[in-house]
């Protein structure tokens, strides 16, 4: 049996990488095509207009990039599987819960139900501890929100249709960062001229679901952050 290693997870997320690249230079395409007009509201706060929805392209390429997060969790659990010896099945992935141990066992989302149970089946012990403390539920009411849970919904979500972006809004930088959306920006509405004492660029937004009018750039960058700093360390020591 071929030993268990972290290779093909850490490829898999430098391929989710490779995707947010290709999203940036698609996005400026976008834009150089397209245009952006920067307008100011009756209270003098300004306001992105984009021209037209964003490209299918680029809604594909998200979901290229929310696929490889997901399956580098998979392919993880795969890798645990040979580290304990255990030929892994096809129902063997990385599970993803909201519902809590011993509530509603019968819901395919339960830590407690069979699907869980058999996705993670010959893990040991402590395998099965680090993966039941990075579930959603633990964020309570949250648990929509929890970075793992936006990887598993939205990547179901671009498995059957492409997931829904739009180009409004305004992103504030900050020494180079990238910060949310916001609607500042003081002008004069008796003016053409807009006053701005911020760099601002128009972004691409999510435009459904609880990630909704988030900046996709940085949206996707922390959830690589989160698979790569977040659940990675956690599972290292099982590979030594």
Known sequence: MVAGSLYLVREKILWAEHHINAFSDAKIRHFEKEGCKVEADTHGHATAVMA???????????????????????????????????????????????????????????????????????????????????????????????????????????????????????????????????????????SDKMEMDEEFAAEITFDEGVVKGAPVWGYLNSLIGYVKNGVLPRFEGFFR
């Open 52 to 190: 037209t929805r964003p490209p299918l392209e680029l809604s594909f390429i998200v979901g290229d990039c929310l696929q490889n997060l997901r399956s580098s969790l998979d392919y993880l659990v795969i890798e645990l599987c040979l580290v304990c010896k255990v030929n892994p099945t096809s129902e063997h992935s990385f599970p993803v819960c909201r519902v809590r141990p011993g509530d509603s066992a019968t819901v395919c989302k339960s830590w407690s139900s069979s699907n869980t149970r058999n996705s993670i089946k010959g893990l040991s012990p402590a395998m099965k501890a680090e993966i039941e403390g990075l579930q959603p539920y633990h964020r309570g009411k949250d648990w929509e929100r929890s970075d793992l849970w936006v990887i598993h919904d939205m990547c179901n979500l671009s498995k059957h249709r492409g997931i829904i972006l739009a180009g409004t809004g305004l992103v504030k930088y900050v020494q180079g960062m990238r910060t949310a959306i916001i609607g500042q920006g003081k002008t004069d509405p008796t």
